[in-house]
């Protein structure tokens, strides 16, 4: 019962990736920094683009509109149409 052993592999093979069954012992740090790597650009790129999106149409008072939380442009116009009523 079970299915065997571990599958034999030729213990010559070298690979970037590690081989078979390659887990290097650092892995959980490379994968930490590799995250927070990708994290910081997307939030830097995503306000980027918040602070350069431009609408020449505002959307309509209470629809859904996701942008609206994030961008500066239509945050502003709608503090501005508060403030005149």
Same mark, same amino acid.
């Given at each position: 019962?079970?299915?065997?052993?571990?599958?034999?592999? &030729? %213990?010559? +093979?070298?690979? &970037? !990736?590690?081989?078979?069954?390659?887990?290097? !012992?650092?892995? %959980?740090?490379?994968?930490? /920094?590799?995250? !927070? !790597? +990708?994290?910081? /650009?997307?939030?830097?790129?995503?306000?980027?683009?918040?602070? #350069?999106? *431009? #609408?020449?149409?505002? &959307?309509?008072?209470? #629809?859904?509109? &996701?942008?609206?939380?994030?961008?500066?442009?239509? /945050?502003? *116009?709608? #503090? =501005? =149409? %508060?403030?005149?009523?």
């Amino acid at each position: 019962m079970g299915g065997g052993g571990k599958i034999p592999y &030729p %213990k010559e +093979v070298w690979s &970037p !990736a590690g081989g078979w069954y390659a887990q290097p !012992a650092n892995w %959980k740090a490379n994968t930490a /920094i590799i995250g !927070a !790597a +990708v994290i910081g /650009i997307v939030a830097a790129t995503w306000s980027l683009s918040a602070e #350069r999106e *431009h #609408r020449d149409k505002m &959307p309509e008072p209470g #629809r859904f509109f &996701p942008s609206r939380y994030w961008s500066k442009q239509i /945050i502003e *116009h709608e #503090r =501005q =149409q %508060k403030n005149e009523s």
